[in-house]
């Protein structure tokens, strides 16, 4: 059945490639000009008309200068400063791995230009040492350099499918040695122009080659080996599902895939069958929503890559801000494809659990398949973070990467999700212990424990639920709660009726603080900027951003909440609801009461509580400054 459905999508997926490939083609011959709007390059701008000439806005991030056009017609987010920065550190270790392979040593301005190497000598062989080192070495054997901003023929081909203003692939040819191209593609023809206006500002002609095609359709036409790119950075506005299947095709043996997502309300669970539509799994709103979107990100990307006998294999995974971050190396093995099934998701084989939860009674939720490997490669991760540590200028978000390389290196690889202090204090309805307190109990039950960079209040453990609900059971002996209050079918009471088997200690220990967290590096950032976040999409002459722009954005900032109304709106509001009191014969106040005190009609639709009726000076309505009465329960 599995193969049946495979070969029909692989055909409607070759021919839809072959489509892909004829339209291209087709746009690629040489067109008479059909009016006076054309493009530098001769070609018509398909229906695209160009605007006015506006004001520009340069904008200088890194070794870039880029030059924007005032109207919202190419995308930018500064922002997303940290992305880049992360990115070119992470393909500058990349291209230090691979290159060294072939003989070659990239050299990265403010990095120091020997690398020390430590042998251990035996006094007679010192001597024998240091002529060696006195010695003249031919220029044959000395190793092959690559330096930033120059062409290096057995270096890296980088292609950076969605490019926008071309500012990433300008701070790579700027900032990461070892390259030998970079294509900065996109299908808007206003952004191709301005990619091309950028590169001759910045003076990376050389390197940087702009192009104009949609990137599906480019990534398909170089799947052949020869022909495949060693690293393909995605960074759509939104989801990257409808790239990933080209990607995985077109990324060369071994090469690295950087993939942005930006649609963090379908991977947080906000809508369970988009996210299977685009993703292939069903998320869960949950506390933990941010580690599992990048588990539903890496699974996709792994299946997607089956179909073709690939696999990927995880070196660094971010949540930040708004979006998820993966960068995944990808192989060619078919044995390691067929494990790729029981790593995450077989028929029939499973946790035996019952319809409702052995601790608080509720029912379970599915989700999934995710991804149930660890998500980074710890000494990848660690050779980034003393790359960006030793050379902090190279960055502007150096201290931000830092702090966020620093929590991933600290993580539990073999732990997937986490739990928060917030949501195990709150289930039970108890005062919340201190981070120290529950990992110094857990700690002292003999369990891990670790933070997590997806969340701040995160705890990350391999200590059972029932252990961790036996510590919070403890606590609440601790600092109780009432239980007259809680109702006998409330998650609540199901887990405090039961007595604690394990008796929590909550001392604190030296360990229980993370390295990070005494160092005070900074892991989670604030706010960098007001109204910050996912901005809007870029369109072809749109509005100017300005006064106008912002004005809009307040005013939609609150847009599902009604309206404020005055003290004569309210106490008129308040007057259609019959008073409680009122019925029962026990009002004190008459007609000073703020509620109606006429006989309830069979059209009432509510019913209001008049507890605390405040007594007011005339029997007029409350005045602009008279004092509103309660609302309505």
Known sequence: MSGARIVPWLSLTLRSA?????????????QRPTGPVSMENGTVLCGEKRPPEAKETTV???????????????????????????????????????????????KVPGEKDVQKVVVDLSEQEEDKAELKEGANVAPADQPQTAAVGEICEEGLRVLEGLAASGLRSIRFAGEVPGLQSVVANDASARAVDLIRHNVQLNKVAHLVRPSQADARM?????????????????????????????????????????VTCTDMAVLAGNSGETCYSKYGAMALKSRACHEM???IVLHSLDLRANCYQRFVVPLLSISAD????????????????????????SAACGPPVAPECEHCGQRHQLGGPLWAEPIHDLDFVGRVLEAVSANPSRFHTSERIRGVLSVVTEELPDV?????????????HCSTPSLLQLRSALLHAGFRVSLSHACKNAVKTDAPASVLWDIMRCWEKECPVKRERLSETSPAFRILSVEPRLQANFTIRDDANPSSRQRGLKRFQANPEANWGPRPRARPGSKTVGEAMEHRRRLLQNKRKEPAEDLAQRAARLKTFPCKRFKEGTCPLGDQCCYSHRSPTPKATAEATCTDCPQTSNQNPPGPGATAGPGVD
């Open 18 to 30: 072959c489509s892909l490939c004829r339209a291209g083609f087709m746009e690629g011959q040489p």
């Open 60 to 106: 200088t991030e890194g070794a870039a200068r880029i030059a924007f056009p005032s109207a919202n017609e190419v995308f930018y987010n500064p922002v997303q400063e940290f992305n880049r920065d992360l990115t070119c550190a992470v393909i500058t270790e990349f291209a230090r791995i691979q290159l060294r392979a072939k003989g070659i040593q990239i």
């Open 218 to 258: 480019l990534m398909y036409q170089h799947q052949r080996v020869s022909e495949r790119f060693d690293v393909i950075d995605l960074d759509p506005y939104g989801s990257p599902a409808p790239f990933l299947d080209a990607a995985v095709q077109a990324v060369s043996e071994g090469g690295l895939l950087c």
């Open 293 to 295: 979107a990048l588990r």
């Open 322 to 345: 708004f979006y998820v971050r993966v960068f995944v190396r990808v192989f060619t093995g078919q044995a390691k494809v067929k494990a790729s099934a029981r790593v995450k998701f």
């Open 416 to 428: 997937p999700l986490y739990y928060t202090l917030d949501q195990l204090s709150s289930t039970i």
